[in-house]
């Protein structure tokens, strides 16, 4: 496999897995606008998997559907940060605000390359994880404008810290750094990056719900 194609099959990954994690709210959030909120950006993440997944199909001879189905859950290549279950709203938000200002940072050095495919995805996605980054950064104002709020938070991004520096390669975890602790205004303890290749229980659980359907069809069948 190319580095390319690795590349772009992380990228999916994460962005299919995450997907997935914030559908898991539709129904549940704590306010209603915020099911219509995680929804439409977990069809987004979706949407941006499926794009690159058909960048990968065009170089291995497949099918994005069967990148992103077909594969065991050791085959995947999304950081552990995604995989994660938490349903518990401070450390969604961390999650989601820590893979949001990862994911800027690695949108931002891909607009920048000679590859123009990728460079041209990099850039649409770029644009429309704009609304994430919003979503995210309201969240963030809302919960630090409270004590308790503060402390959960403080808390969640603590426990994730590790998992967040592993969305990114090693030569852009100090810019990751920088804007994490700019923003929140305090130091970050010191960790080592829990890294891609890691695959957490959570994941095989999620595998297992997300391709039960397709699995119960018969081999070669068509949608």
Known sequence: ?????????????DELILGWRD??????????EED?????????????????YE??????GTSADELAFDRRPAQYRCAPLVQ??????????????????????????????????????????NREEAYHRLHAEMWVDRLLASEEGRRRF??????????????LDEGLRSELRRRVEERLG?????????????????LVELWDEMTMVRRSAPAGARW
């Open 1 to 13: 496999m190319s580095a390319r194609t690795d590349l772009l099959l992380s990228i999916a990954d």
């Open 23 to 32: 559908s898991e709210w539709t129904g549940i959030a704590p306010f209603l």
């Open 36 to 52: 219509v909120a995680l929804s439409s950006i977990a069809q987004n993440e979706i949407g941006h998997a499926r794009a690159l």
């Open 55 to 60: 960048l990968a199909a065009a170089e291995l």
């Open 84 to 125: 994660l279950r938490r349903l518990e709203w401070a450390r969604t938000i961390a999650r989601r605000w820590l893979y949001e200002t990862a994911d800027e940072i690695r949108l931002e050095e891909l607009k920048g390359s000679d590859d123009g495919e990728l460079a041209g995805i990099a850039a649409k996605m």
């Open 154 to 167: 403080f808390e969640a991004v603590d426990e994730l810290w590790p998992y967040a520096l592993g969305v």
């Open 186 to 202: 305090r130091e970050l303890p010191a960790a080592e990056a829990i890294e891609r290749g890691r695959h957490e229980p959570e």
